[in-house]
Each structure stands twice: as structure tokens, then as C-alpha cells.
DNA sequence: ACATTCATTACAAACGGTTTCATTGCAAGC
DNA sequence: GCTTGCAATGAAACCGTTTGTAATGAATGT
């Protein structure tokens, strides 16, 4: 590969006048820059990142660290900060840390280390747990989606309380009084969060709770499979299911229907998320709209601002969600 | 950040040894490693990798260009890359091309740049239509899934003739003669040698191939349902439908089910891909299994062997795929 | 005619490591 | 006691760019 040398020998300037042919032509006479230019392509040159990065000490790089990148939701808040990443010509370094603190905690060293120039978390492990230095560390960190809102660094996501609160009353107006609730994994913020909004609704509309309706599995269609059967097998008079995420209200479409349910008849379901399967269920999903990539974008556009800047905002961005009516859950009589 | 500079001294060593100390231990004396490795601790010392990359002449990094990475399918591969590409200490830049040619021309780019190694390619496009040299460019490069294994460069992917045929074979055999064709898009390989392989089963078969029976749209739930829609107004005799991806299927069992069909009875449908999707389908989807991850594994070893080797293996690697045979084909009486 | 200014370009240092080669000191062999 | 060999370490070059500073020469002003 030709270099800036060979390109100055060629053109007959220094190495100095071919690099400011790229960074700065103004600089150059006319002449000059005409000749560099050809001689660069002749031999065609082209700058090294490495060397330019190195001496920038910059990387250009951010990384993000994703739980499960098949995971749809995830896919789609990824997608969102590739947006804003091109357009401030980043590159992003993906990371699959499977939910694991050791890769975590390994993807922050890739800051300390220069590759990478920040880190974009989808997962739920703030940065202090990632650290040795816990809270005093401020490498550039932005928590996206399963954001604990209570850290010192910036979050972008959903008010995950309110928004179950918004389901919760919906299919209380439906008439619904005895819902089960199919959540996530129980040591999860984001369960606890949306419990805490689907409690909400019931107290103000002077419905109990019914700590016996409640189950717990993994976020993914088999969890909510599984998670149905056995509260669909224990109570068998529950109207409605309230699912803290698409993949566990489809899960528990499918176990519904073994069971002989007749949806949305028999049994109302409800969603969280708005993944495109949703629409293409049967019956169609009524579920909590959540921005995907808009949380994505606005993750990025947040690193961005700390790199230019070099300053952490201390904002915690709630992105507004959406009640999506669709088939699942029924008006009962 | 502490430098190797300030290691040495607090050592009272050159910066020499204190390089060696990570990376050739053994060449140092046991106290003088000791006192090495207790400075470093002590400043926090950690290498930077910008450097040492910089030195190296490689990044340790692969650019992965993925046309759509909210596609299921596609961020499946990516996972199975990312599988492979830690085992070997490599980082991933995920580039989402939206299956651009100019976007994959920088991808490809970056190489040239030294800001990645090698490139794996998700989409179509071969590497000959991505840079000028065309034929002759010689840098690490592996397209995987839309594999085309006519260039020069290693492909892996699964025999999509072969697999479409099989499919078809297993409609054939459960009696059904007036098979629709849900296709993807038309200029794609793929969609071509899919085609084909259906084709192919029913020559074999000896029953007639109806041009009017195929559909073109694009390859998603949207795309599906359109070209369903479209499909069942013009012929009302089919018994089947074949359909080029699972995202397809799925459309089309929305589009059937809003005109009236009761699946399967009415319409067998079956799908392509496998995604977990399909599964959870109503009716659940018979499709075809393409083994995603392993694809990326695959490819990505490829690379690692190329990057290692220096070498341009000139393989085609065909995974096998399956029959996956849920309900949502009928066998007609 | 001389000082001043400005545009243009070259020189060399710097970025933070790694690695080659040279040097030192010590132990073993004769 | 002198040579030889080896282990341990240091000095310095190097990777390919950018950029601050200096140098050059032409143009301008008085």
C-alpha cells in the first residue's frame, strides 16, 4: 500500500503538504494541490486510519453491548443508533455479552484501553458494577432501554411504570377484574417497574391484587409458553393476561390455544413492546407501543454530545409510549 | 492515563522491559516481572491498544455488512459471527448497509484504510461489483447467506435450489397439484435458484408449472401479505402456497385468514428460514430450517483462517438444511 | 530601496507502544 | 585466569500520520 511518502516523493512536496492536501487544500496553491492530488492517485493513496487515529487518540468507535443481538427489540434499538452513528461518521463495535457481567465488564475496558471512545449499554448492569472504581468512574456511558433511572450517567427509555400503568387500566376499562400477569424475570428493574404500574391502575380503580396471579420466566416466547401453562393450569378464571413483553404474550397465544382457549373470546392477552410479529398474530396483539429506534437514536445522539464535549449530561430521557389496539383483548359484557 | 513511560520508571526499568513483561514474561527475571507487574498495578496501567494495533499494522477487527439487522434472520448470523469472532479475540464493526451499494463500497473501503481486517458480507452484492478493481482485489472478504458461489472469494450459505426443491417435493407428496409461489424479490439470486429447486420438483413430478401462480414482492411480513393478497384475488383454485421466507408466510397467513380461508384446511401454506416465529404461528409454520448461526460460525472462521493464513481458500461451504414439518400444510385427501 | 506582511511550503517532533540489536554481568569450561 | 555462552536489560529505531514552527520568496506599503 502506497503511502504519504511515496505520494510527496511522486508530487515533489513534503509529506506535511500531502497531508494538508486531504485536511486542510485551502492552505495549498492551486498548483500543488492539483499535483499531490493526482500523484495520490496514481499511486492510489489512501490515508491510514490506524496512524490517523493513533495520533488523534481517538478511536471513532463506539461500543455497543447488547444482551441477545436476535433479539428483535434489541435489533431494532441497535438499528437506531447505526442511524445517528453514520451520520457522525462513528463505527460501532456490536458486542453479544449474553447478559454476562465478565463480557461487560471487559467491553468498559475497551475504553480504557482506546478502542473504543464510549460504551452504549442496552443491558440492565450500570456502569458502577462494571467498574473497580464504581461510581467515581466517567468514561462515556449511555444505559438504553433497560434503563435504571437512579445512576449518574445518562439513560434513554420508556417509563416502564407508567406505561404498564396505561395497559393495566385498558383492560380494566374492558371490564377485565381478574388478570393474571405473565412477567419477565423477576429480579429484572424493568419487572419490577412494570408491576409496580400495573398495581398502580388496580389500586386507583379499587381492584386487589392478586399476588397468586403472577408468574415469572424468561423474556422470550418459551418463558412465556411456559409461564402460561402453569398459571393458566393453577387459575382458571382469569379473563385477561397481562404479559410484560410481545414475546411472552405470543408464547402465551400458543399455550392459550393447547389449552382449548378460544382467543380472544375466552381469554384476553396483552403485549408490551410493539414488535412487528405482534401485528401478525392471531389474534392480532394489543400491546404498549415502545419507541425502539427512537430510544436507539437518542442513546447515540446523547454519546455523541459527551465525545464533543467531554461533558456527562445528567439527563435521563423517558421517550413516550403508545397504547396499540389491536384484536387480543376483549370488551367483556 | 498512565503510560508504559511512567511504568518503566516507577519500576526503574526501561520501557522495554516493561512491553515484555505482557508479552514475553518469561524473558524477564522473576523479581524484576514482579516489580514490573506492581507498578502497572499501581498506576493503573493499561496498554493502549490504538498503539499497539497501530505498530501490529491490523485492527484485530472484521467489518460485518448486514442489509437489515432488525431481520431476524440476519441478526441470527451475526450472533453465530459473534460466536467465533471472541474465541479468536477479534472485534465485529456492524455496518447496516440497508443493502446499498455506496454504503458497501465504504464498508469494503475499510480495509483499504486499515480500519478493519476483513469484511464479511450478509448481502448479495459480490465484492466484484464493490470495488474498482473488480475480479482483481484481493482483500480478506466472505459473503454468507446471499451467498453467489460463482466468484472468486469463499461463500457459505445453504444450497437454496436444493432446499426449495425439497419443499416443494414434500407439497407434492401431500397431494397438492395448484401450488402458488410467494416469491421475494425478483433480481435476487436467491429468489432465482429458489425458483429453480421449486421448479425443479415439479418437472420431476411431471405436474405443470404455472407462471401465473408467482408473485414477486418484498421479503417481509408487509411483502408477503401483499403479494398473498394479490395472489388469491387472481386464482381462487390453489390448494397451497409456497412461500420464500418465513416473513412471507407469515403475511400470507394474515392475508388468508382476512379473506375467509380457514388454515390449513382451505390453504396449505409453508414457510422458509425457520425463524422462532414460525413456531408460534397459528397455524404453526412447516418450513424449511436454515442453520443461521452455524452460517456465521462458519463464515466467520473462514475469515479467521484467511486472516491467519493470508490465504484465499477458495471454498463454497453448503450447510444442510431441514424439513421442518409443523401444521400449516394439509395433506389434501 | 527597504521593511513588512502574507502565502506557501519544508522540517522535525510527536503520538505510545514493540522489537532489533547491543551491552552488561555472571557462571561454566578449559 | 581467560574465554565463551547465556540470561537480563537498555537504547534506539520504527510504525504513518499530523501539526507547530521556521524558512522562503513574492507582493505591498512608504
Not at 19 to 41: C, F, G
Not at 146 to 153: F, N, W
Request: hydrophobic content about 40%; some cysteine.
Amino acid at each position: 500500500m502506497a503511502q504519504i511518502r511515496d505520494v510527496a516523493k511522486l508530487a515533489g512536496v513534503s509529506p506535511a503538504t500531502v497531508s494538508r492536501a486531504y485536511s486542510n487544500p485551502s492552505k495549498l496553491s492551486e498548483s500543488t494541490l492539483h499535483r499531490v492530488l493526482a500523484a495520490a492517485d496514481e499511486l492510489k493513496y489512501k490515508p491510514s486510519s490506524l496512524a490517523q487515529l493513533f495520533r488523534e487518540k481517538r478511536t471513532n468507535t463506539v461500543l455497543v453491548m447488547v444482551p441477545d443481538i436476535a433479539n428483535v427489540l434489541f435489533a431494532r434499538v441497535v438499528s437506531g443508533i447505526e442511524r445517528v452513528a453514520v451520520e457522525n461518521k462513528y463505527n460501532l463495535i456490536v458486542s453479544d455479552t449474553g447478559d454476562n457481567a465478565a463480557i461487560e465488564t471487559v467491553g468498559v475496558e475497551m475504553v480504557e484501553t482506546s478502542r473504543a471512545d464510549g460504551v452504549i449499554q442496552l443491558g440492565e448492569r450500570p456502569l458502577s458494577e462494571l467498574h473497580p472504581e464504581g461510581e467515581q468512574c466517567a468514561i462515556p456511558f449511555v444505559q438504553a432501554i433497560s434503563a435504571d433511572p437512579r445512576g449518574r450517567y445518562p439513560t434513554v427509555g420508556i417509563d416502564d411504570r407508567k406505561a404498564a400503568a396505561m395497559m393495566a387500566r385498558y383492560l380494566l376499562s374492558q371490564g377485565h377484574r381478574r388478570i393474571g400477569v405473565l412477567a419477565g424475570l423477576e429480579n429484572r428493574v424493568v419487572t419490577q417497574e412494570r408491576l409496580a404500574g400495573f398495581k398502580d391502575s388496580l389500586s386507583m380503580a379499587g381492584v386487589p391484587f392478586d399476588e397468586e396471579a403472577v408468574e415469572y420466566d424468561a423474556y422470550s416466547m418459551a418463558g412465556g409458553e411456559r409461564a402460561a401453562m402453569r398459571l393458566l393450569a393453577r387459575k382458571r378464571d382469569l379473563t385477561a393476561l397481562f404479559c410484560m413483553s410481545d414475546e411472552i404474550a405470543i408464547g402465551a397465544i400458543r399455550a392459550a390455544h393447547d389449552q382449548g382457549f378460544a382467543l380472544p373470546h375466552d381469554l384476553s392477552i396483552s403485549g408490551f413492546d410493539n414488535i412487528e410479529f405482534g401485528k401478525y398474530c392471531t389474534p392480532p396483539l394489543t400491546t404498549v407501543m415502545q419507541p425502539a429506534e427512537q430510544i436507539g437514536e437518542v442513546a447515540m445522539s446523547l454519546m455523541c454530545d459527551m465525545l464533543r464535549g467531554q461533558t456527562m449530561p445528567q439527563v435521563h430521557e423517558m421517550l413516550p409510549t403508545e397504547l396499540v389496539v389491536r384484536d387480543s383483548v376483549q370488551k367483556l359484557p
